[in-house]
């Protein structure tokens, strides 16, 4: 059975959906997106990922193609359309460009259309090996562009740096820009550091997550010592633990860092704790 997404206005099975070539999506990566985990079929911060979108279709210029009900009212509705299929926890992905235009740098008239897509897929567990091994991870200089706070579909970038990772059998690629570590080629990065959990703060050069700040939330409720600062490579290398976050994986111990151990190599006690604080938080969630 094919899953249920929605285009332009309308629900229809994900194999049938259909854009033209001359959308500025397929052809400039002119466009932004949100990935949505739903739990329990309740969406997972939905209000905070509504106001990135927002932030973010604003900062390219791209008209709002919905209100905030309408939003949640579509992306609960592909929830609903999609528990026969995926169940009752799934993974949102949506996308808004700019619309069909003919092909020219500049932007296309204010008559055009923004293009809509909704998918879901089904989101699995992470294996259980994770909370034992923790996962390995490689630095790699930052090669994006300079407006990495936007989630641009415009990707290759991440692409290219994920891959570095998957070639020295790693899941993740953190970068360093000018110094300090930045972020994960697709995740925000977390390291304790004398007992404090630390993440590099907001702006151009990283991506404002949304797991990002729930961990800081949480670490202020449950009295853990968190604060944003930069992070040199050096103080990476001699972390006592670090982190890997996002919507979809979650909370990610890094255990192995360029073939080197982080700590003891092992997922740490902080980890242990927060992943204790965060998966109440998706239980509640749930029992809404």
């Given at each position: ?9 309308t ?33 997972f ?72 897509f909704?998918?879901s ?80 703060p ?50 990610l ?11 003891n190599?092992k ?22």
């Open positions: 059975m094919s899953s249920i997404s929605y285009l332009n206005g629900f229809l099975p994900a194999s049938e959906a259909r854009i033209s070539p001359l959308d500025r999506g397929f052809i400039f990566g002119d466009g932004i997106y949100e990935v949505i985990p739903a739990y329990g079929s309740k969406l911060r939905l209000d905070e990922h509504l106001k990135r979108l927002d932030d973010n279709l604003a900062a390219v210029r791209i008209k709002q193609p919905l209100t905030n009900a309408e939003w949640k009212s579509v992306l609960n509705e592909i929830v609903t359309r999609n528990q026969p299929i995926h169940g009752d926890e799934q993974s949102i992905y949506l996308q808004v460009t700019r619309g069909v235009a003919a092909r020219d740098h500049g932007f296309p008239d204010d008559h055009v259309t923004p293009t809509l909704i998918m897929t089904a989101l699995k567990p992470l294996p259980a090996s994770i909370a034992e091994q923790g996962v390995a991870a490689i630095t790699h200089e930052d090669i994006r562009w300079k407006n990495c706070h936007i989630k641009s579909i415009s990707l290759l970038g991440n692409i290219l740096l994920r891959q570095h990772a998957y070639d020295d059998e790693a899941v993740e690629a953190v970068l360093i820009r000018d110094g300090e570590v930045t972020e994960g080629a697709a995740s925000n990065l977390f390291a304790v550091i004398d007992s404090e959990l630390i993440t590099p907001k702006g151009p050069l990283l991506l404002p997550g949304i797991t990002r700040d729930l961990i800081l939330e949480l670490a202020q409720q449950h009295n853990i010592p968190a604060r944003e600062a930069s992070i040199t490579p050096a103080q990476l290398i001699n972390a006592d633990e670090a982190w890997l976050t996002s919507s979809t994986k979650e909370i111990p890094v255990t192995m860092l360029d073939g080197a151990p982080v700590g190599g997922p740490g006690a902080l980890w242990q704790q927060m992943m204790q604080h965060y998966q109440a938080y998706k239980q509640q969630l749930r029992n809404m």
